[in-house]
């Protein structure tokens, strides 16, 4: 399938280039959040520093927890360090790492926790919904009329008959983000309870698990669900059980 390759060379070093372009538009994004502080009374100087924080500490865990992974692979090739990540156990202790640091500077720096993340979510939606879109990813073939052919074929082949289409992922993602944020945009003075980041939690982990069945799924998998589609569904879990057990009281501090 079409996607942007997952390193970009320079010389000798091996940058990921999916990160770089997901980091890139985050940073873009920041603009309209100042906005978006001001508008809520979140002061938007701490709201950088306590992000920037949390994404630090989640990329260094993220990029390193190859070690616990594979520890021989620093001795077998060097080298690795420039390219390996921790793949999805890493993303796991990666964001587990920046939760509690987002916590842990909420608290101390004694900062509304639900405003913050209801701004996060809005921040974290267009960056991803716009991600998404850029990368482009289709899925397994398919005989909907909304399939589109890859792009490779149409280059090289624009007349050749029995074209096969595919899911255009990309395009699903951009709908379920853009659905999101205009949920939260919806939300008006109930935005900065919490409740538009639960809700959010739900609607994202199950959109993503929604999709994830046009999407090639690696033939191990437990219970029928991938890696993947797990995160997906304790992603939805998570914003399920939030909304019964949600009290604004307790997240306002």
């Avoid at 692979?73 to 790492?97: D, E």
């Avoid at 890696?227 to 914003?239: K, R, V």
Wanted: proline share 6%.
């Amino acid at each position: 399938m079409f996607s942007i390759p997952e390193l970009l060379s320079v010389g000798g070093l091996a940058i990921p280039l999916r990160t770089l372009i997901l980091l890139l538009i985050g940073l873009a994004l920041l603009f309209p959040v100042k906005w978006l502080c001001n508008k809520v009374s979140f002061p938007y100087l701490e709201w950088r520093d306590v992000w920037t924080n949390a994404i630090i500490g989640y990329l260094i865990v993220w990029k390193f927890s190859f070690v616990l992974v594979e520890p021989l692979i620093l001795f077998q090739n060097p080298s690795a360090i420039l390219y390996a990540t921790g793949g999805t156990i890493g993303m796991v202790l990666g964001v587990l790492t920046a939760l509690g640091m987002l916590l842990y500077s909420l608290k101390k720096r004694n900062l509304p926790i639900a405003r913050f993340f209801d701004v996060f979510t809005v921040w974290l939606t267009a960056t991803l919904t716009l991600y998404w879109v850029v990368q482009r990813t289709y899925g397994l073939p398919t005989q909907m009329p909304w399939g589109i052919p890859l792009d490779e074929v149409i280059i090289i082949n624009p007349s050749a008959e029995n074209i096969v289409n595919y899911h255009p992922i990309f395009l699903y993602q951009f709908l379920l983000g853009t659905a999101i944020l205009l949920y939260l945009l919806s939300l008006k003075d109930r935005f900065g309870s919490g409740v538009g980041t639960i809700h959010s939690l739900f609607l994202l982990g199950i959109g993503l698990l929604a999709i994830s069945t046009a999407i090639y799924q690696p033939t191990s998998a437990l219970l029928g669900l991938s890696s993947t589609q797990w995160i997906y569904l304790i992603i939805s879990l998570l914003g399920l059980i939030g909304s019964i057990l949600y009290n604004p009281k307790n997240l306002t501090n």
